[in-house]
């Protein structure tokens, strides 16, 4: 009897303790910080089609999780081998095992934000609307042939950058490149509100054009002060049938942009965006232009120019004319300015 009774208590004994094991090695394993353990909060992105196990074997190897035993036990347990979704988590420093495995599996994403200023060629645009989401700029690009083939809204393969506003946006990393164009259509709606259109109405243009001529403004000034200004005079020669005699389209047409100054061998250039040699606006703009550039095409100074000159002063400013006499004079002034500029850098 006493014997049965060591065994029992010996079973007990054995059996506690390795309950008490098994409890706090399953404490240990869901609560105790096993995700960047006192290091920095960082991104972790999962990108299409990854497995579990490229996943597991990415988190220990860029050392987002110190025991990979444990994490891969519970994340089996959960399902979550079983439901990969491709994203941008943001994984915290000292995060348990659970908490991980519920970020991961429910998908909690954190937005990516794409912008893509100071954009002149479509290829530019998709790289820079691309950058940090899980598409290519080829698939983005398909996309967009798709959207131009189907839309009803007057975008052409000339005109699409005109769709683009210029901001700052925030999307998922796993949006599919469909629902970024549609998301790029819904801003471009919102951008042109009654006022904004009731506006290009009244200067003679459509919201597409009136990107176009701001393409054009943008290209010519620095300052954007006096963008109202260089707008009402382009308003003014397309209000009279004149050629644009834009220098930056024709810069675009050329396409060298690291071209300084046009001469009278570029203007000779057979293309649309040949302003000098096809009076009205080119098909298409020559960069995407910001939201203060298109604002500034929407509420142009009225005034009487159709001449503009750099200034003698180098100031990035302009003289403006009415006639090509007073034209001609600003140009001599700024020409005198410039080969005084060069013969003393010469001496130099």
Request: charged letters at 25%.
């Amino acid at each position: 009897m006493k014997e049965v009774n060591k065994l029992y208590l010996a079973l007990y004994i054995i059996g506690s303790t390795l309950l008490i094991t098994f409890v706090f090695y399953g404490y240990q394993i869901c609560f105790t910080p096993n995700i960047l353990v006192d290091r920095d909060d960082r991104v972790f992105i999962i990108r299409q089609g990854a497995s579990f196990a490229s996943v597991q074997k990415e988190m220990y190897d860029n050392r987002f999780i110190n025991d990979a035993i444990s994490f891969n036990f519970l994340a089996r347990l959960s399902g979550l081998d079983q439901s990969i979704l491709p994203g941008r988590y943001v994984l915290r420093r000292n995060m348990t095992n659970l908490q991980a495995i519920k970020l991961l599996k429910n998908g909690r994403q954190e937005k990516v934000k794409v912008t893509f200023s100071y954009v002149r060629l479509r290829k530019e645009l998709a790289e820079k609307m691309t950058k940090n989401l899980g598409l290519s700029p080829s698939e983005f690009n398909q996309a967009l042939d798709s959207f131009i083939s189907s839309n009803k809204e007057g975008f052409t393969q000339d005109n699409i950058l005109c769709l683009f506003i210029p901001n700052t946006y925030e999307v998922y990393f796993n949006i599919l490149p469909e629902d970024l164009i549609t998301r790029m259509n819904a801003e471009y709606k919102k951008f042109w509100n009654e006022e904004r259109l009731e506006k290009a109405k009244q200067t003679g243009l459509t919201p597409i054009e009136v990107s176009i001529l701001a393409s054009i403004v943008q290209a010519e000034t620095i300052k954007q002060d006096e963008a109202p200004t260089i707008a009402g005079l382009y308003i003014n020669r397309l209000k009279k049938d004149i050629a644009l005699q834009a220098d930056p389209t024709l810069i675009y047409a050329v396409g060298d942009f690291s071209l300084k100054r046009v001469l009278n061998g570029h203007k000779q250039i057979k293309s649309p965006y040949n302003t000098y040699m096809y009076p009205g606006l080119p098909p298409g703009p020559i960069n995407v232009p910001q939201i203060a550039s298109i604002d500034a095409v929407l509420n142009y100074q009225r005034n009487d120019y159709y001449y503009m000159c750099a200034k003698e002063d180098f100031s990035g400013y302009h003289n403006f004319a009415h006639n090509l006499e007073d034209h001609n004079k600003n140009a001599r002034r700024y020409q005198k300015a410039l080969d005084a500029e060069m013969a003393k850098a010469e001496k130099n």
